[in-house]
Nanobody, 122 residues
Framework: QVQLVESGGGLVQAGGSLRLSCAASGRTFSNYALGWFRQAPGKEREFVAAISRSGNVRNYANSVKGRFTISRDNAKNTVYLQMNSLKPEDTGVYYC???????????????WGQGTQVTVSS
């Protein structure tokens, strides 16, 4: 099973940017599709973005399209989430997810990291 460790969260003002990282270990990184989810206080975890094993396919939630970009570096075993034009409603704990198929990642059925907190102040 792949192990995932997120980092890069923090406190930022509305309109600012953050880049999250998720480092993977334990399995061949290039064999996994990867994704990001988030969970706001009192709400269910929701899908944010996913990227295929090759990096050629990227899916985004409508709420983040045009503002967030998911990417991966197979040489560093890391997936990134570049978040621009942040809004207070982007606040939450951001989790990394990994599975062998992007559809599995998008459904939230893969392996999870421990999460990193993102707080956007107005």
């Amino acid at each position: 099973q792949v192990q995932l460790v997120e980092s890069g969260g923090g406190l930022v003002q509305a309109g600012g940017s953050l880049r999250l990282s998720c480092a993977a270990s334990g399995r061949t990184f290039s064999n996994y599709a990867l994704g990001w989810f988030r969970q706001a206080p009192g709400k269910e975890r929701e899908f944010v973005a996913a990227i295929s094993r090759s990096g050629n396919v990227r899916n985004y939630a409508n709420s983040v399209k045009g503002r967030f970009t998911i990417s991966r570096d197979n040489a560093k075993n890391t997936v990134y989430l570049q978040m621009n034009s942040l809004k207070p409603e982007d606040t939450g704990v951001y989790y990394c997810n990994a599975a062998q198929a992007i559809a599995t990642v998008t459904s939230g059925s893969g392996s999870w990291g421990q999460g990193t907190q993102v707080t956007v102040s107005s």
